[in-house]
């Protein structure tokens, strides 16, 4: 893929207390990150989403909290297809396939693109990146190999497709720690501390949360990239053999510099 050179020539900085949420969905994880007291700037393509969003944190975004950007982040520049899912939002995609994978027919809309260098460039590097959008992941994990300066820790949904890639494009872009955790238990997570969700209630993980990130990760199940990968092969038998009883949910993977 082309860049546009100023993006190029333009380096970014790094900044700890941002982060990127690329694959915004209803805002369940840029809900948490908020309420850690971080800054956000968050990504996503499907419209209405994005209207709802809007008016959830309407507070945030006038404060300057949070940046939510009604875009794809893809390979391709300028005006994309994406396509909304007909009853799952969390499954729509700018890859057709992937929205109609499980026979239904999805809706195409037009939307603009961005890409991470683009992001870096204009909003700087965050702490954290999280990256869950639909089988473009890969696309993003290429571009963060480019990356002069890259985010402390970042995760990956784990592609039904491309996890081999996005692992590999981890490795080559200097991450040398890993952990694998199962978005399934995330509800049945207890968060410590204070968190609350800005009305003084308790902050709770939903279904579409993503859960702990960078240094509230448990320390001591931070893996080698070797135990990882083997780790992650006997989940994807388990998955092949049983998918109902032993290999349950679905993975991300987090790394860290």
Not at 113 to 137: A, N, Q, R, W
């Amino acid at each position: 893929m082309r860049f546009r050179e100023k993006e190029l020539n333009k380096k970014p900085s790094y900044t700890d207390d941002l982060i990127f949420d690329l694959g915004f969905h209803n805002g369940d994880d840029a809900a948490f990150y908020l309420a850690k007291g971080f800054r956000v700037v968050a990504v996503e393509a499907n419209p209405e989403l994005v209207e709802a969003g809007l008016r959830r944190f309407d507070s945030d975004i006038r404060a300057g909290r949070l940046i939510l950007l009604n875009k794809a982040v893809c390979e391709a520049s300028g005006k994309v297809d994406f396509f909304v899912h007909a009853t799952k939002s969390d499954w729509s995609s700018c890859l057709l396939n992937m929205a109609e994978s499980d026979g239904s027919s999805a809706t195409r809309v037009k939307v603009d693109s961005t890409d991470l260098h683009e992001l870096f460039s204009e909003y700087g590097v965050p702490y954290y990146l999280k990256v869950d959008i639909e089988g473009c992941d890969l696309f993003v994990a290429k571009q963060l190999s480019e990356c002069e300066i890259k985010p402390k820790f970042v995760s990956f949904e784990t592609s039904r497709r491309d996890y081999a890639g996005i692992f590999s494009y981890l490795y080559v872009s200097g991450y040398s720690r890993f952990q694998l955790v199962n978005q399934a238990n995330n509800p049945k997570r207890i968060i410590p501390g204070n968190v609350t969700d800005g009305k003084g209630n308790k902050f709770t993980f939903s279904e579409f949360s993503s859960g702990f990130f960078g240094e509230d990760l448990p320390e001591e199940k931070w893996l080698t990239f070797d135990e990882m990968i083997t780790r992650y092969v006997k989940y994807k038998e388990l998955k092949q053999i049983d998918n109902v009883e032993l290999g349950l949910g679905w993975l991300d993977v987090h790394a860290k510099l």
